[in-house]
């Protein structure tokens, strides 16, 4: 029973693209929700967060969008670079609680 | 320090063995979370650890693996007579907790059970 989904195992991008990395989650209890990217051999790093009373946070080029009512998330990179392709996972839960993570997307930016 | 740190690194064991991994959070940080990453799997949480209060145990796959924390802050991992399926990469994280903030990660161990 996963409550975390991110159906897309893996996405190809022409550098210079938007990059759309999505997410849904089936718990309306969880308010807090973050994105991770992952190189090999390496932890994952904290990328953006968003939480449940926002629908929108920015960071440069990246922008994580929530959909409360249907439980989705998403990750845009614009322009994506080559240095972007990684493993990106999403995670949600509560804040004082554990974190849920999904089970990743494997994002390859193409030169 | 400025970062998680986890030790070791690499660890290689014999199955039946038990193995310990520590984990050194951020300062001041009050919640402390254990994850492993299978081979092409993706991040499953194992223990969850939020100031005094009782840790959440609900991921640990058996009784086997345990957790402690000591002062509220170092952590160890503990896998007891290790089978092959232990092998991952197991993450310690940290965050302020309900002061709200990332999780941030640790580099990792990558435990392998031959």
């Known amino acids: 029973d996963q409550q975390v989904k991110q159906n897309s195992p893996s996405l190809s991008v022409q550098e210079g693209r938007i990059s759309i990395l999505n997410c849904d989650y089936t718990?309306?209890?969880?308010?807090?929700f973050l994105w991770y990217k992952k190189y090999p051999a390496e932890g994952p790093t904290f990328l953006i967060s968003?939480?449940?009373?926002?629908d929108k946070n920015e960071d440069g080029r990246f922008t994580v969008f929530l959909n409360k009512s249907a439980k989705h998330l998403s990750l845009h990179i614009v322009p994506s670079q080559p240095g972007d392709s990684a493993v990106y996972f999403c995670?949600?839960?509560?804040?004082?609680?554990?974190?849920?993570f999904g089970p990743g997307t494997r994002l390859s930016v193409l030169p | 320090g400025a970062g998680v740190s986890q030790s070791p690194s690499n660890k290689v064991t014999e199955k039946g063995k038990d193995v310990e991994l520590r984990c050194d959070p951020i300062?001041?940080?009050?919640?402390l979370y254990w994850y492993r990453q299978s081979l092409g799997q993706g991040l499953e949480f194992l223990i969850y650890?939020?100031?005094?209060?009782?840790?959440?145990k609900s991921g640990l796959p058996s009784d086997r693996f345990s957790a402690e924390r000591t002062g509220g802050s170092v952590s160890t991992l503990t896998i007891q007579r290790t089978q092959q399926e232990d092998s991952a990469v197991y993450l310690c994280?940290?965050?302020?907790?309900?002061?709200?903030?990332?999780?941030?990660f640790g580099p990792g161990t990558r435990l392998t059970v031959l």
């Open positions: 994280a940290s965050s302020r907790g309900l002061a709200g903030g990332p999780v941030v």
């Open positions: 718990n309306s209890m969880f308010d807090y």
């Open positions: 968003i939480s449940s009373i926002k």
């Open positions: 995670a949600a839960g509560r804040l004082g609680q554990n974190f849920v």
């Open positions: 300062s001041g940080h009050t919640a």
């Open positions: 650890f939020q100031g005094n209060s009782a840790p959440d």
